[in-house]
T-cell receptor, first 118, second 115 residues
Framework: DAGVIQSPRHEVTEMGQEVTLRCKPI?????LFWYRQTMMRGLELLIY??????IDDSGMPEDRFSAKMPNASFSTLKIQPSEPRDSAVYFC?????WGGGPYTGELFFGEGSRLTVL | AQKVTQAQTEISVVEKEDVTLDCVYE???????LFWYKQPPSGELVFLIR??????QNEISGRYSWNFQKSTSSFNFTITASQVVDSAVYFC????????????FGTGTRLTIIP
């Protein structure tokens, strides 16, 4: 089975530009997560969805960030306008979730999208 | 509030030595889950193990072993006979609140195995 697929792998943009990161979770997984990794703050959960519904978005830094999950096989994380402090690696992860069988808690991570905002 | 502390920022050992990575957690929940993830140089995070708060049995998987002690709120990870391929950043993580899958990660320990 294919793993979690993220695109783009690398993005370099200028401050003020809109950035859209994309994620395709593993087929059959009910939960999807967006994490951000930086040297200063480590791994932070931005938002997670269960059955396409946002469950916890307490980690979304501010209104410049938005995430959507229009269907079970696709999610986007958008930053508008982008700022240099948004530079980070953004990971998408999926899991079977509570309704997807015995709970394992195992998250399957994509390879990440490295964002650089100049 | 939940918190995971990995006090060891970086560790270097010579190949074939044993190494233990420390993890201390804080939670007010009585039911919780503890995890270890590995992040190799390629960047993706890979699940290694999950433990729930009701199961304090230590676990061994090949060269890896985990020591869970509720009394000290610790979930330590030992690699026996380390190999160069073990070089990675290792994260301890905590999940609680039944029904909420949010993982709180520690800051990670960068392990370097010297050939």
């Amino acid at each position: 089975d294919a793993g979690v697929i993220q695109s783009p792998r690398h993005e370099v943009t200028e401050m003020g530009q809109e950035v859209t990161l994309r994620c395709k979770p593993i087929s059959g997984h009910n939960s999807l997560f967006w994490y951000r990794q930086t040297m200063m703050r480590g791994l932070e959960l931005l938002i997670y969805f269960n059955n396409n519904v946002p469950i916890d978005d307490s980690g979304m830094p501010e209104d410049r960030f938005s995430a959507k999950m229009p269907n079970a096989s696709f999610s986007t994380l958008k930053i508008q306008p982008s700022e240099p402090r948004d530079s980070a690696v953004y990971f998408c992860a999926s899991s079977r979730g509570w309704g997807g069988g015995p709970y394992t808690g195992e998250l399957f991570f994509g390879e990440g999208s490295r964002l650089t905002v100049l | 509030a939940q918190k995971v502390t990995q006090a060891q920022t970086e560790i270097s050992v010579v190949e074939k030595e044993d190494v233990t990575l420390d993890c201390v957690y804080e939670t007010r929940d009585t039911t919780y889950y503890l995890f270890w993830y590995k992040q190799p140089p390629s960047g993706e995070l890979v699940f290694l193990i999950r433990r729930n708060s009701f199961d304090e049995q230590n676990e061994i998987s090949g060269r890896y072993s985990w020591n869970f002690q509720k009394s000290t709120s610790s979930f330590n990870f030992t690699i026996t006979a380390s190999q160069v391929v073990d070089s990675a950043v290792y994260f301890c993580a905590l999940s609680s609140n039944f029904g909420n899958e949010k993982l709180t990660f520690g800051t990670g320990t960068r392990l370097t195995i010297i050939p």
